[in-house]
C-alpha cells in the first residue's frame, strides 16, 4: 500500500476516534523548532575499554522523524541513552551532543520527552485520571491551560474514546488495549510539548496495524514542527517508507544515514540490492547483523560498508549537515513544578491508588477483625482474680503487639517495591523530588495501616474485657496505632535500604525474631544477659508492651479486688521489670522511632533512586 493511501486509512481510523483530525486546531502550542544533532560520539566500557560507540556523528531536523536501526548489539539503545545523557553509569563518553549548536548535556531532558519501551502508569487510575496528574507535574500555569492541556493531548493521540478506561495492569487487570498503551506513554511526553521526542521501539509488541497507527501518529507529531527519533526493530515496508530519515548502525559505527529511498539506493551501490518483494529494512539490518559463528566475515563486511558510507556523498553530505547546524538559543526547558504542586499530585495518585484497591482494605480489615475475634475468644471476659487472670491479659496484650507489627511490616515490604521503577522514571524525567514521592506515599499509606488495627484492638479489647476507662481505651488505641505504625515505618525504612524485596523479606524474618524475642514477654527485660539486652531499645515491641501493660493495670480503683491499692499494680509492672512511670517516654520513644526510621528511609530511597539513573 502506497505510504499516503496507508496514512490516509489511519487518518480515518482517528477521525472515529475523534482524535487526528483535530490536530491542527488542538490546544498544544507551536514549539520552538530544535536541531538535534551529535559530533564524533564515542562511548567506552571504563573496565574492559570495550567502545560501543566508534564516532557516530548525525543530526536530524524539526518536522523529521527519524528512525534509529540496526541489528541486536548494533548500539542503539547506546546512542539514544548519550543522546539523553542517561544510563551511562560505568561508560565514559566523548563527543558533544547539540540542540541548536548548544551543549546542554542533562538539560536536553526538560527540552524534550522521552517515550521509553517499558510502558509503566499507575494502573488503577483511568488514562484521563492519569494524564490529569501528569499534567500537574509536567505544566505549570492555570488549571484551565492544563485542562484545556490534557484534551488537545487526548484528541492528538486518540485516547478520547478510552480516557475513562481504567488503565489496567498487563498481566494482571485488563485495561487499555497495548496501542493505548503506547498512545498514553507518548500523550503523558506530549503534556510538556516538547520540541524534541525520543521514542524507544515505540513498535515492539504490537500487531502490524497498531504499529502502524503508531508510526502515523510519530510522523504527525513530527509534521507539527517537533523533533522526532526513535529506535525501531525491523519495521514492515510500508513503517519503513513513513520515515522521514533513517539511520543504520552496525558494531557502534554509522552505515547509512539519509532517506529510506536513499538507503535503498546505497545499499544497492554497495552490492545488495533489494528484491521489490523484499522489505528493505529486513534485508539491511540482516547484512549489518552480526551472526554467531561467521563473525570475521560480518565484521569484515560491516567495516566496508561503514568506511563506503563515510567516503559516500550521503556521508560527505552528513558531515556537511553536522557542521552547518547554526547557533541559535536552545529551546526553553520544562520548569519542574514546585513542591506543593508535585507534593499534591502525588499525595491524589497514591491516596487514589490505595482507594481503587478496595480489596486491599478489604484484606486487611477482614484479617484484623478475625485475629481480633480470635484474641477475643481465647482471652474472653478474663478474670482477673483467677490464677493466671494477669499473666493471660499481659499474654493477651503481646500477642496484640505481633500482630499490629507482622501483617503490617510484611505489607508494606510487599507494596513498596512496586512503586520503584516508575518512580525512577518519573525522578530522572524531572518530574519531582524523592522526598515529595516519599512523604505522598508514606502518608497514603497511614490510614490503610491504621484503621486495620484499630478494628482488631477494638473487638478485642471489648471481648476480653481490657479496663474500661475511657482515657485508657484511647490511649490503648494510640498505644496502637504507634506500634502499628513504627512497624510500617520500619518496613519502608528495610523496603528502601535493601538492595532487592527478597534481600528485605529474607532480612525482616530473622529481625522481628530478635526484637520479639526482647519485647518482654518471653524473657524478663530487666534479666537479659548484657551482650543481648541492649536489643530491648530498639524494640518497639518491648516499648508498645510495656505501655499496653502500664495504661492495662494504672487504674488500681477500677480493677475489681485491687481496693485501689497501688502496690498490686506495682507488683504486676516489676514482675515484667516495668515502671509505672514509663507510659508517656515509651510513646515519645515510639513516636520518635517512627520519626527516624522514616528518615533512614528517605535517605535509602533517595540514594537508590540516585543510583538508579
Ligand atoms: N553499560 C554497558 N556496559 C557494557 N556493555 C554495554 C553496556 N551497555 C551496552 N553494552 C553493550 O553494547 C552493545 C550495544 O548495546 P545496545 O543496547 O546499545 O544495542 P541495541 O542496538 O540497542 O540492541 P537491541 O536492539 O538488542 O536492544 C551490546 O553489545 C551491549 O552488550
Not at 63 to 89: D, H, I, V
Not at 191 to 211: K, W, Y
Not at 235 to 241: R, T
Amino acid at each position: 500500500m502506497a505510504s499516503e493511501e496507508c496514512q490516509s486509512l489511519l487518518l480515518s481510523e482517528y477521525t472515529e476516534y475523534g482524535g487526528l483530525s483535530s490536530v491542527a486546531e488542538s490546544a498544544l502550542e507551536q514549539v520552538e523548532p530544535s536541531v538535534l544533532s551529535w559530533e564524533e560520539l564515542r562511548v567506552k566500557v571504563k573496565k574492559s575499554g570495550r567502545e560501543l560507540l566508534q564516532g557516530v556523528s548525525g543530526v536530524t531536523q524539526p518536522g523529521q522523524l527519524m528512525a534509529l536501526m540496526g541489528a541486536s548489539g548494533a548500539g542503539k539503545t547506546t546512542l539514544l541513552n548519550t543522546l539523553l545523557s542517561r544510563n551511562l553509569k560505568g561508560l565514559e563518553v566523548t563527543g558533544r551532543v547539540l540542540v541548536n549548536g548548544n551543549q546542554i548535556g542533562r538539560g536536553i531532558t526538560a527540552v524534550s520527552g522521552y517515550a521509553q519501551q517499558e510502558e509503566l502508569f499507575v494502573g488503577t487510575l483511568t488514562v484521563r485520571e492519569y494524564l490529569n496528574i501528569q499534567a500537574r507535574l509536567r505544566v505549570n500555569g492555570s488549571k484551565e491551560k492544563r485542562t484545556k492541556r490534557v484534551m488537545a493531548v487526548l484528541k492528538q493521540l486518540g485516547l478520547l474514546k478510552c480516557q475513562h478506561t481504567r488503565i489496567g495492569v498487563i498481566g494482571v487487570k485488563k485495561g487499555i488495549s497495548g496501542g493505548e498503551a503506547r498512545r498514553l506513554t507518548f500523550a503523558c511526553e506530549m503534556l510538556s510539548n516538547p520540541a524534541i521526542l525520543f521514542c524507544d521501539e515505540p513498535t515492539t509488541g504490537l500487531d502490524s496495524f497498531m504499529a502502524e497507527s503508531v508510526v502515523a501518529v510519530l510522523s504527525r507529531l513530527a509534521h507539527s514542527g517537533r523533533t522526532v527519533i526513535c529506535t525501531i526493530h525491523q519495521p514492515a515496508s510500508q513503517l519503513y517508507e513513513m520515515f522521514d530519515s533513517v539511520m543504520f548502525l552496525a558494531c557502534g559505527r554509522t552505515a547509512f544515514l539519509g532517506t529510506p529511498a536513499e538507503a535503498i539506493r546505497f545499499f544497492e551501490r554497495a552490492g545488495y540490492p533489494c528484491p521489490h518483494s523484499y522489505n528493505p529494512a529486513d534485508l539491511i539490518i540482516h547484512t549489518l547483523a552480526i551472526v554467531p559463528g561467521n563473525e570475521i566475515e560480518c565484521n569484515h563486511r560491516v567495516e566496508e560498508i561503514t568506511q563506503l558510507f563515510d567516503s559516500s556523498e550521503f556521508g560527505e553530505k552528513l558531515q556537511r549537515d553536522v557542521a552547518a547546524v547554526e547557533l541559535r538559543a536552545a529551546p526553553a526547558g520544562r520548569q519542574r513544578a514546585d513542591r506543593f504542586a508535585q507534593f499534591s499530585a502525588l499525595t491524589e495518585r497514591a491516596f487514589l491508588d490505595n482507594w481503587r484497591n478496595p480489596s486491599l482494605a478489604r484484606a486487611k480489615i477482614i484479617q484484623k477483625s478475625v485475629m481480633g475475634l480470635f484474641v477475643g475468644l481465647l482471652y474472653l471476659r478474663t478474670e482477673i482474680g483467677a490464677p493466671a487472670g494477669i499473666d493471660n491479659i499481659n499474654g493477651a496484650l503481646f500477642y496484640l503487639v505481633c500482630e499490629l507489627t507482622y501483617s503490617t511490616l510484611f505489607g508494606i515490604l510487599t507494596f513498596l517495591p512496586g512503586d520503584y521503577p516508575l518512580v525512577v522514571r518519573e525522578y530522572h524525567d524531572g518530574l519531582y523530588s524523592v522526598s515529595s514521592y516519599f512523604v505522598s506515599r508514606s502518608l497514603s499509606y497511614v490510614p490503610l495501616f491504621t484503621i486495620d488495627g484499630l478494628v482488631m484492638m477494638i473487638v478485642a479489647y471489648f471481648m476480653i474485657g481490657l479496663n474500661v476507662t475511657l482515657q485508657q481505651f484511647f490511649t490503648c488505641l494510640l498505644i496502637s496505632v504507634l506500634i502499628e505504625q513504627s512497624a510500617s515505618a520500619f518496613g519502608v525504612m528495610l523496603s528502601t535500604v535493601s538492595p532487592s524485596y527478597p534481600v528485605a523479606v529474607s532480612l525482616a524474618g530473622p529481625l522481628l525474631t530478635l526484637l520479639s524475642l526482647t519485647g518482654g514477654l518471653y524473657a524478663n527485660v530487666g534479666q537479659m544477659p548484657a551482650y543481648i539486652s541492649w536489643i530491648q531499645y530498639l524494640s518497639w515491641f518491648r516499648y508498645g508492651f510495656e505501655a499496653l501493660t502500664i495504661n492495662q493495670w494504672s487504674e488500681v480503683s477500677a480493677i475489681p479486688g485491687w481496693s485501689n491499692d497501688t502496690s498490686k499494680r506495682d507488683a504486676t509492672l516489676e514482675k515484667l521489670s516495668f515502671s509505672a512511670s514509663m507510659l508517656w517516654p515509651d510513646v515519645s520513644i515510639m513516636a520518635a522511632f517512627i520519626l527516624v526510621f522514616y528518615i533512614i528511609g528517605y535517605i535509602g530511597l533517595m540514594i537508590r533512586v540516585h543510583r538508579a539513573r
